[in-house]
């Protein structure tokens, strides 16, 4: 799964504005949050998401 596709609508709003915008105070501004808020959407953006339906090749338990 790439980073498009695992992004949530907000998170996606979050580092379009910001693009928008020019940076994340002004994106804070424009979405009504704080700077902080802006920050931790990006870092969170960045995590890998674990899927519990997913099955790896070679982890079949049954």
Do not use: H, W, Y
Not at 5 to 33: C, H, K, N, P, Y
């Amino acid at each position: 799964m790439g980073l498009i596709s695992s992004l949530t609508l907000d998170q996606l709003r979050v580092l379009v504005t910001i693009g928008d915008e020019g940076s994340f105070s002004a994106a804070g501004r424009s979405l009504g949050r704080v700077q902080s808020a802006i920050s931790q959407a990006v870092k969170n953006s960045k995590k890998p998401k674990a899927s519990c339906c997913s099955i790896e090749p070679g982890n079949d338990r049954r």
